[in-house]
């Protein structure tokens, strides 16, 4: 998953292009896009689509100060059911309507949630510059937001990224103060003094990345042990060095939160992206036309098909009608004339072949003679034909044999066997000739 994050100050656009997959990260291209006169946060947004590739999600990370904050305790952990009950835990504590508010929340630990909220018509705002230059964001957040993500940093400390003072308890973003034009160090000095004098504990060190990077001078003014983080070896890859890794540490940890699906999102009510909705919409109604056109032209090839089937049909009965008028002229119409011209064709064949059997037993029997005393069996099967009978002697069975000897393409005499009263019994077999009659 590509994922493009943009981060707007007020005289910077600062750009990273991230790669996430579970295996592996890669660092696509990053810029920093200074902001003038000359050239509008519109025109630096122009210039990044114009460089752009592929199709990343998009994160917008608004300046801090846009947002608010306030720390909350409830009796669960479900996020879906906290975001639920916030309007209502909110509506007592702050001015603002919620109707007009943006809301998110973050988890703190043990029952504590960090409740964060934006004016909607700041974030409408903050959307058209970058809708007009041709990248519209599709999760709008801030960095401080992210830090939990942040590699090379310990689980407990203070963070400065040049915009935001935050604290980090457990891993967990429990408190930021953004700097509006950036802090200095007597700032951050004075909050930390701030937050220890209210009751709150302070973290045992403060880290700085990004352009907070410029307080290493003062840090001798600062109340806590001041870091500045090396890349991890596991990154080492990924950032050419230890400041590359400093200008780009709050952007990856970006990338990551909205990878892991832990970023707040911002975007959503009236204000969520749709363009993603409207180009799935008409890629979806593409898909209907088209399926619409492969079901309306099969539904037409097969009405081609069945009303030539149809025709064929109907050509055919008429050839059948008009056969079965020229065969039976003086009959009236069958009920199914196919079936009455097969029954008249089977008992012509039926009487051919009897006729035809008929006249070969007739010369078989004009052969006998008066030296064939009988014959009691005769089989014509085909063009094989079986004969049993008695004879006066078996001179008269020879003679028998050579009469019909014309009729046959060859024939074997059976076994004579002579009887008490002098007479033979006898058997022949043959195969009439073709065309035998």
Same mark, same amino acid.
């Given at each position: 998953?590509?994922?493009?994050?943009?981060?707007?100050?007020?005289?910077?656009?600062?750009?990273?292009?991230?790669?996430?997959?579970?295996?592996?990260?890669?660092?696509?291209?990053?810029?920093?896009?200074?902001?003038?006169?000359?050239?509008?946060?519109?025109?630096?947004?122009?210039?990044?689509?114009?460089?752009?590739?592929?199709?990343?999600?998009?994160?917008?990370?608004?300046?801090?100060?846009?947002?608010?904050?306030?720390?909350?305790?409830?009796?669960?952990?479900?996020?879906?059911?906290?975001?639920?009950?916030?309007?209502?835990?909110?509506?007592?504590?702050?001015?603002?309507?919620?109707?007009?508010?943006?809301?998110?929340?973050?988890?703190?630990?043990? =029952?504590? /949630?960090?409740?964060?909220?934006?004016? !909607?018509?700041?974030?409408?705002?903050?959307?058209?510059?970058?809708?007009?230059?041709?990248?519209?964001?599709? &999760?709008?957040?801030?960095?401080?937001? $992210?830090?939990?993500?942040?590699?090379? %940093?310990? +689980?407990?400390?203070?963070?400065?990224?040049?915009?935001?003072?935050?604290?980090?308890? #457990?891993?967990?973003?429990?408190?930021?103060?953004?700097?509006?034009?950036?802090?200095?160090?007597?700032?951050?000095?004075?909050?930390?003094?701030?937050?220890?004098?209210?009751? =709150? $504990?302070?973290?045992?060190?403060?880290?700085?990345?990004?352009?907070?990077?410029?307080?290493?001078?003062?840090? $001798?003014?600062?109340?806590?042990? %001041?870091?500045?983080?090396?890349?991890?070896?596991?990154?080492?890859?990924? /950032?050419?060095?230890?400041?590359?890794?400093?200008?780009?540490?709050?952007?990856?940890? %970006?990338?990551?939160? #909205?990878? $892991?699906?832990?970023?707040?999102?911002?975007?959503?009510?009236?204000?969520?992206?749709?363009?993603?909705?409207?180009?799935?919409?008409?890629?979806?109604?593409?898909?209907?036309?088209?399926?619409?056109?492969?079901?309306?032209?099969?539904?037409?090839?097969?009405?081609?098909?069945? +009303?030539?089937?149809?025709?064929?049909?109907?050509?055919?009965?008429?050839? &059948?009608?008009? &056969?079965?008028?020229?065969?039976?002229?003086?009959?009236?119409?069958?009920?199914?004339?196919?079936?009455?011209? !097969?029954?008249?064709?089977?008992?012509?064949?039926?009487?051919?072949?009897?006729?035809?059997?008929?006249? &070969?037993?007739?010369?078989?029997?004009?052969? !006998? #003679?008066?030296?064939?005393?009988?014959?009691?069996?005769?089989?014509?099967?085909?063009?094989?034909?079986?004969?049993?009978?008695?004879?006066?002697?078996?001179?008269?069975?020879?003679?028998?044999?050579?009469?019909?000897?014309?009729?046959?393409?060859?024939?074997?005499?059976?076994?004579?066997?002579?009887?008490?009263?002098?007479? %033979?019994? /006898?058997?022949?077999?043959?195969?009439?000739?073709? #065309?035998?009659?």
């Amino acid at each position: 998953m590509d994922y493009l994050i943009l981060q707007a100050e007020e005289k910077r656009l600062t750009v990273a292009h991230f790669s996430m997959s579970r295996r592996a990260t890669e660092l696509i291209g990053a810029a920093s896009i200074e902001l003038d006169e000359e050239r509008t946060l519109t025109d630096a947004v122009r210039h990044v689509a114009e460089k752009m590739t592929g199709s990343p999600r998009v994160v917008l990370c608004l300046p801090p100060e846009l947002f608010a904050q306030r720390s909350v305790t409830l009796p669960f952990s479900d996020l879906r059911k906290v975001r639920e009950v916030l309007p209502a835990q909110l509506q007592g504590d702050i001015v603002l309507s919620v109707e007009d508010l943006v809301l998110e929340v973050l988890p703190a630990g043990e =029952g504590n /949630f960090l409740a964060l909220w934006a004016r !909607k018509s700041d974030i409408s705002a903050a959307i058209e510059p970058f809708r007009e230059g041709g990248i519209e964001p599709h &999760i709008i957040s801030a960095l401080p937001f $992210a830090l939990a993500e942040l590699p090379g %940093v310990p +689980r407990d400390c203070a963070i400065y990224d040049g915009t935001a003072l935050s604290f980090l308890k #457990g891993g967990r973003l429990t408190y930021f103060r953004a700097f509006a034009g950036g802090g200095t160090a007597p700032a951050i000095a004075a909050t930390l003094s701030a937050v220890e004098l209210s009751g =709150g $504990a302070l973290p045992p060190l403060l880290c700085l990345i990004g352009a907070g990077g410029a307080e290493r001078a003062e840090e $001798a003014t600062l109340p806590l042990p %001041v870091e500045t983080p090396e890349v991890p070896p596991e990154l080492g890859r990924l /950032f050419i060095n230890d400041e590359t890794f400093r200008q780009l540490a709050g952007l990856y940890a %970006v990338a990551r939160a #909205g990878f $892991a699906g832990t970023l707040p999102d911002f975007r959503k009510g009236e204000l969520a992206w749709t363009a993603g909705d409207a180009k799935l919409r008409r890629k979806l109604l593409l898909t209907g036309i088209l399926a619409t056109a492969v079901i309306v032209l099969l539904f037409v090839s097969k009405g081609l098909q069945y +009303r030539a089937s149809v025709a064929g049909i109907a050509s055919l009965n008429k050839s &059948i009608t008009t &056969i079965y008028r020229e065969v039976f002229p003086t009959r009236t119409k069958a009920v199914d004339e196919v079936a009455e011209i !097969k029954a008249e064709i089977k008992k012509l064949s039926g009487v051919e072949s009897s006729s035809n059997h008929l006249d &070969i037993l007739k010369k078989v029997v004009e052969a !006998k #003679g008066n030296s064939i005393n009988g014959l009691y069996e005769a089989e014509l099967e085909g063009r094989n034909l079986r004969i049993k009978g008695d004879a006066r002697s078996a001179q008269a069975v020879n003679e028998f044999k050579a009469a019909i000897a014309p009729l046959l393409s060859s024939s074997e005499l059976g076994e004579v066997k002579s009887r008490p009263d002098g007479m %033979v019994g /006898f058997s022949l077999t043959g195969t009439l000739k073709e #065309g035998s009659k």
